[in-house]
């Protein structure tokens, strides 16, 4: 069998399954979400939101791309962020990274990647702020997973100098931020950093004034 075809079956045969231990379960979800959470992690195969945090549909709201970044000029992670904090709002923002993650490596080498040279270079700068930290590491390998976690901890920082996130901090006190890295080698997830939603959080140089809001 084709194996884009056996995707359809396996389809099939997960809806089954879920109407029969619950025959409502579609009814159900198709009426609302209402997720707490919202996921911003790598688009990495190997790192499924839902399955790693035994979490249902309707429970996370997801945002994947190369690197799990929060790039202040991209539309798509704006516009789910945008809608996540005021229309859902969820009452934690996870980002997740990952040991051993492939958008990390490539940004630490010097090879041209062609169009994804533009991506990678929001990784690089970050490389950049951490270079003596980072260079300092001899094995290649942890010398890609400190950048993981450096990397993690300044997309949070990204994600609260957005007005969307310093507004509901000032308006409902939330969402909090949360940043975390995956272990691909254990499965097992490591906190790195939380942030509670106060902006004096925020670096003055980032935040707005109140009367904004
Ligand atoms: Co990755």
Known sequence: MNPYEKLLLQNKAWSKEKLELDHDYF????????????????????????????????????????????????LNLLSV????????KVEHIIVCGHYGCGGIEAAISQKDFGLINKWLRNIKEVYKMYQK??????NHTDKINKLVEFNVIEQCQDLIKTSIVQKAWKNRKGPEIHGWVYGLNNGLVTELVNIEANVENVNPIFRYSDDQF
């Open 81 to 88: 962020l945008q809608y996540a904090v005021e229309v859902l």
């Open 27 to 74: 009814n159900r979800l198709a009426h609302q979400q209402k997720p707490k959470f919202l996921w911003i992690g790598c688009s990495d195969s190997r790192v499924p939101a839902n399955e790693i945090t035994g979490t249902d549909p309707g429970e996370v709201f997801v945002h994947r791309n190369i690197a799990n970044m929060v790039v202040h000029t991209d």
């Open 133 to 138: 930290e980072v260079d300092a590491i001899e």
